[in-house]
């Protein structure tokens, strides 16, 4: 992948571009004082990917979700990052959902 890109707009001026590796969580904190009233407190995370190796993205996206989101769904206790697998039936079982 190409990090910078330069364009010509025109009489000799260029707008260079750079890539960027930058990954935002937002959320949003509500903390209800009564009578239909409520105060939020917006909140913001960000991470720079451009030092990680692009195979551990992932990985790191999915430890962010677990650390900072605000719901964590894990479908295997003992390795929690991994994708859910579904098992494999025998061809004969097309009919049966489970």
């Given at each position: 992948?190409?990090?910078?890109?330069e364009?010509?707009?025109?009489?000799?001026?260029?707008?260079?571009?750079?890539?960027?590796?930058?990954?935002?969580?937002?959320?949003?904190?509500?903390?209800?004082?009564?009578?239909?009233?409520?105060?939020?407190?917006?909140?913001?995370?960000?991470?720079?990917?451009?030092?990680?190796?692009?195979?551990?993205?992932?990985?790191?996206?999915?430890?962010?979700?677990?650390?900072?989101?605000?719901?964590?769904?894990?479908?295997d206790?003992?390795?929690?990052?991994?994708?859910?697998?579904?098992?494999?039936?025998?061809?004969?079982?097309?009919?049966?959902?489970?």
């Open positions: 992948m190409k990090k910078e890109a364009f010509h707009i025109s009489d000799g001026q260029y707008l260079t571009m750079k890539t960027t590796y930058t990954v935002q969580m937002k959320d949003k904190l509500r903390l209800l004082i009564g009578e239909g009233k409520s105060r939020d407190l917006d909140i913001t995370i960000t991470a720079d990917f451009e030092k990680i190796p692009k195979e551990y993205h992932l990985l790191f996206m999915k430890m962010m979700m677990v650390r900072y989101g605000g719901i964590v769904n894990i479908h206790n003992t390795n929690p990052f991994e994708d859910p697998k579904t098992p494999k039936k025998p061809w004969y079982k097309f009919w049966k959902s489970n």
